[in-house]
């Protein structure tokens, strides 16, 4: 089976000058990143903390966060990533849920903590030059290598364990499906505290390629963003669809300005049609790929190639072929996922882990959540079990509705929300981007989506307020903003 960390290992003997990390500002060598995370395991080791250890690693899209997670893992530890736009409370869950004995920082970080703070640059200061390690350390097999803190359903975080095994299998699985054999750069716009970021991070770094990541700062400034981007000579993009929309919304993001692109793959989020025909209209070279996987899976385990004839044939894309062998529905349209990627289970809690996982004849079962059909040889998605909501006895589906909206012709994207009172759902907004700029008054707008609406809707089903946009927010990790528009939406 493949070793992570050995591959990696090779490549800094055999190329140390080779860059394995860049920014905008800052770079990393094969061979510094292998030094400089020997020094960080040597620190670690010194500790005497208990083999297996979790060691938060808190910070955005720097190179000392990479030293930091490869340091962590050959010192025997696996790792939280913790983005720095977490808030201050999360990160105290984190803390306290994950059992950490350490938190590493690689940004300023003000907060009292029960464990030891260290920056990265201080660990590195402190250390000795001269430090070779055994790979005797090294996580490995079913030991942790990082856990990645997601949001239930209770918002309370959940610390889903990804294992030595669970990685190497998923990281084989993407050299064999993918083209990413070839010299050039990938692409890191998803932060380490989303397990999108895992899709290039280590695909990257076991086959000697250089990542490329870019900063919130620079997403939430257009002109640095395409400025970085014309630069970068990325051949393999990974991001949400989300990002890739907001991107579209500027008229020189093509080919031209990104002439060795080959390699679109996108996860995390539904990968609309619409975004795939204006990708191939201006990325004419590139392949589209549409992968699935929750967090709980390593990330991803199927994948569909976006040509044309399956653009033209169906209204959605599918999420995988029906032959695939991890992939399956159950009676009730769930999906479940089998396989040597799927995770150990939520840090800490055995109930909600005996919830959804499983093992049978020694394979490991996942029940997703995700409700799913098949059609001329596909699966495809059809919405969240949890996404169903009930308003005034009647039992919705709230993607239903959203598709419905983003199918008129006047809309460009929708999300909807439940308006709650006290802790009842009252009625439904919908966030809208329209095509064009609104031109008549919201009021007359709303009426003709309505009128259109009711074509395809029962009146229960059709929002009661909408709500006209820009840009739907993104989250940190690229993905639409829910819960920021739920926010606004309190009653």
């Not at 089998?338 to 055995?350: I, K, R």
Request: glycine share 6%; aromatic share 8%.
């Amino acid at each position: 089976m493949l070793s992570i960390l050995a591959a990696i290992e090779r490549v800094a003997l055999q190329q140390p000058q080779k860059t394995a990390y860049q920014t905008h500002h800052a770079s990393l060598t094969y061979g510094e990143l292998w030094h400089l995370s020997d020094n960080v395991a040597d620190y670690l080791m010194k500790l005497n903390l208990r083999r297996q250890q979790p060691i938060v690693v808190y910070g955005h899209m720097s190179p000392l966060q990479i030293v930091a997670f490869l340091g962590a893992v050959k010192a025997g530890h696996s790792y939280v990533p913790v983005d720095s736009s977490t808030p201050i409370e999360r990160l105290q869950l984190i803390l306290e849920a994950s059992g950490a004995g350490l938190l590493l920082t690689t940004e300023p970080l003000h907060m009292l903590t029960n464990i030891p703070v260290m920056a990265v640059s201080d660990v590195l200061a402190s250390s000795s030059k001269d430090v070779t390690l055994s790979s005797a350390t090294w996580v490995q097999n079913e030991e942790i290598h990082y856990i990645i803190y997601t949001s239930g359903s209770t918002g309370q975080p959940k610390g889903v364990q990804i294992t030595a095994s669970n990685l190497a299998h998923f990281v084989s699985w993407m050299h064999e499906n993918f083209p990413l054999q070839d010299d050039g750069v990938f692409l890191n716009q998803a932060p380490y505290s989303f397990d999108l970021s895992v899709m290039d991070l280590y695909p990257a770094l076991v086959g000697g390629h250089t990542l490329y990541a870019i900063t919130q700062q620079e997403i939430a400034n257009p002109k640095a963003l395409f400025d970085s981007l014309a630069t970068s000579n990325t051949r393999v993009w990974t991001s949400t669809p989300s990002f890739a929309k907001m991107c579209l919304m500027n008229k020189e993001w093509n080919q031209q300005l990104i002439p060795t692109l080959d390699t679109f793959l996108f996860c995390g989020e539904v990968l609309p049609i619409a975004v795939c025909k204006e990708l191939m209209s201006r990325f004419p070279q590139a392949t589209i790929y549409n992968l699935y996987g929750p967090t709980e899976t390593t990330v991803a385990v199927s994948y569909v190639e976006v040509s044309k004839a399956l653009v033209e044939r169906f209204e959605q894309l599918p999420i995988a072929p029906i032959t695939e062998p991890n992939v399956a529905l159950l009676e009730d349209g769930e999906i479940v996922i089998s396989g040597p990627t799927v995770s150990a289970g939520y840090l800490g809690a055995p109930d909600l882990t005996a919830k959804v996982f499983s093992t049978v004849a020694e394979q490991r079962i996942y029940l997703t959540g995700d409700l799913g059909y098949e059609q001329d040889g596909y699966l495809f998605f059809s919405g969240r079990k949890d996404f169903q909501v009930k308003l005034h006895g009647y039992r919705l589906e709230i993607e239903e509705i959203e598709k419905q909206i983003s199918n008129l012709p006047p809309v460009s994207s929708c999300v909807v929300v439940p308006i709650y009172k006290e802790k009842e759902i009252i009625s439904l907004s919908a966030h809208v981007v329209l095509r064009e700029p609104l031109t008549d008054s919201p009021f007359k707008m709303t009426k003709q989506l309505k009128t259109l609406l009711s074509e395809y809707l029962p009146a229960y089903m059709v929002p009661k307020t909408f709500k006209y946009m820009d840009a739907l927010p993104l989250n940190p990790n690229g993905k639409v903003d829910r819960k920021g528009l739920a926010v606004m939406e309190i009653v």
